[in-house]
Every structure is written in structure tokens, then in C-alpha cells.
């Protein structure tokens, strides 16, 4: 069993920055694919960032795009998200998941374990 555990939310005015944590349980963190999503009221659960197992590669939504960057520490068993110059449309619930694969993929159901999530909240 894998358990992700996000950590780093909060409340942030528009044009600050926030960095998310990701902690997840067992040993085969390193083989797999890790990505960020987020869901705010009344919308679907929509694609953030995801990066590759050895973070050789990383993919990103378009709207995120030069203002976060996705990075993992497998050593902690850990994958951060920096969100930069946040703004009022980036508030959400965001969640880090496993994917089934090693490589980045920008699908819900190509990953197999969720965190909780945490809230983003950006005041304009």
C-alpha cells in the first residue's frame, strides 16, 4: 500500500508563490511517474504538472507553464511543486498522485494513488 501525504497550502495573494510537499510511503517511489492535480468548486479534476521518474522529464497544463516547476527528491520520497506567481484562478484543492508508469502522463486514470490534497487559496 502507498500512502501520498501533500502538505504546503495555504492562502497566498496573486503574484506570491507557495511550494507543495509530497510524501509518499514505500520503497518503489523511485519507479514511478509522480503528478499534480487540482480541483476547484464546481469543476472537474483537471491536470497540473507531472514529472518522470528520475525527473528527467516534466509536463506541464499549459496555464502553469514558466510559473511552476515540478521536482523530486527520491532519496526523501518526495515531489514538490513551486508555484510562482500565483493567481486567483490557480485556487484549488491540489493533489499529488503515483502513476501506474515511469514516464509523465497528464490523465487521472493513469494514476493509482491519491493524497488527500491541499488547499490553495490566491486572493486577488
Known amino acids: 500500500q502507498v500512502h501520498l501525504v501533500e502538505s504546503g497550502g495555504g492562502l497566498v495573494q496573486a503574484g506570491g508563490s507557495l511550494r507543495l510537499s509530497c510524501a509518499a510511503s514505500?520503497?518503489?517511489?523511485?519507479?514511478?511517474?509522480m503528478g499534480w492535480f487540482r480541483q476547484a468548486p464546481g469543476k472537474e479534476r483537471e491536470f497540473v504538472a507531472a514529472?518522470?521518474?528520475?525527473?528527467?522529464?516534466?509536463y506541464y497544463r499549459d496555464s502553469v507553464k514558466g510559473r511552476f516547476t515540478i521536482s523530486r527528491d527520491n532519496a526523501k520520497n518526495t515531489v514538490y511543486p513551486q508555484m510562482n506567481s500565483l493567481k486567483p484562478e490557480d485556487t484549488a484543492v491540489y493533489y499529488c498522485?503515483?502513476?501506474?508508469?515511469?514516464?509523465?502522463?497528464?490523465?487521472?486514470?493513469?494514476?493509482?494513488?491519491w493524497g488527500q490534497g491541499t488547499q490553495v487559496t490566491v486572493s486577488s
Open positions: 498522485a503515483r502513476s501506474y508508469y515511469s514516464a509523465t502522463y497528464s490523465r487521472p486514470n493513469e494514476y493509482d494513488y
Open positions: 514505500g520503497r518503489t517511489f523511485s519507479s514511478y511517474g
Open positions: 514529472i518522470s521518474w528520475n525527473g528527467g522529464s516534466t
